[in-house]
C-alpha cells in the first residue's frame, strides 16, 4: 500500500479555516431577540386624525405588544413598518381594541400609521426610535 507525502498539505488549508475561527475578537452582529412574552406594551390611542402617543422610544431589542384602541368614530388600524419588519392589525371598529406583537431587533428608526384611506395623509402617523 503506498501512502501519500502530500496528505498532511491537504489538511492545512481546512485547519487553518478552524483556527480563523478561534479568536478574541468581539461581535458586532446585533443581539437576537428570544421568543416569548413582550417584554413591554405599548399602548396606542387613535382618533381623528391622531395617535397618542406618537413618539416612542424603544428601552431594547425585544418582543414590543402593541395594543391600538380606537378611541375614535371611525374605523382604524395600525402598522407598524422599520428596519425588518411590516406588521398590521386588523381594521378596528370604534370603541374596540386589538394588539399585534412586534420584534423590534435592529436599531433605528420605525414608523406606526393608520393605513386605512387617508389617515396617514392627515395626520395619524408616528415614530419610533432604537437606539
Partial sequence: MRTSRLAPLALLPVAALALAGCGGSKSTAPKKVRPGKPIQQIDVRESEFKLDPSKISFDRPGIY??????????????RIVGPGIQVSTARIKPGQATTVDVVVAKKGSYKFFDPLSNHRAKGMVGTANLS
Fill in 65 to 78: 405588544r402593541f395594543q391600538a384602541i380606537n378611541v375614535g368614530k371611525q374605523l382604524h388600524a395600525l
